[in-house]
């Protein structure tokens, strides 16, 4: 449900959480949770980090964010595809300066 008509504008986001929303279905929604709150629960305790780079750890976010610039990636996508944002040599680095998030190498 969206109030703001500037978000359903707004291609990028739309596409983000569409790979969500694949995500969800793939893993009958309870899976993505579950990986979700333990890599988050992994980056925060063990790993020390921040809370948003926590929640930027988290390989479905990793394929979401890496993603949805992406017009074609939800036609191209495999099944399970996050699976492989679990490995750290496919992760990249997500901070958020100036209110923009920006993604490094």
């Known amino acids: 449900i969206v109030r ?6 707004n291609k990028e ?3 983000h959480e569409s790979i969500h929303l ?9 899976g993505v949770l579950i990986i979700g709150l333990l890599q988050y629960v992994y ?3 063990i790993l020390k980090k921040s809370k948003l780079d926590s929640y930027y750890f988290m390989s479905h976010e ?7 610039e992406d017009e074609n990636y939800l036609r191209k996508r495999k099944l399970f ?8 040599k496919n992760k ?3 901070k958020l300066v100036d ?3 920006v993604i490094y190498s």
Not at 22 to 30: D, P, S
Not at 62 to 68: L, S, Y
């Open 4 to 9: 703001d008509n500037v978000i359903l504008e």
């Open 13 to 15: 986001y739309i596409r």
């Open 22 to 30: 694949r995500q969800y279905i793939e893993t009958l929604f309870i």
């Open 43 to 45: 980056a925060r305790y």
């Open 62 to 68: 990793q394929e979401a964010h890496q993603n949805d």
């Open 81 to 88: 595809s996050f699976y492989k944002y679990l490995l750290p």
């Open 92 to 94: 990249k680095i997500m």
């Open 99 to 101: 209110g923009k998030r």
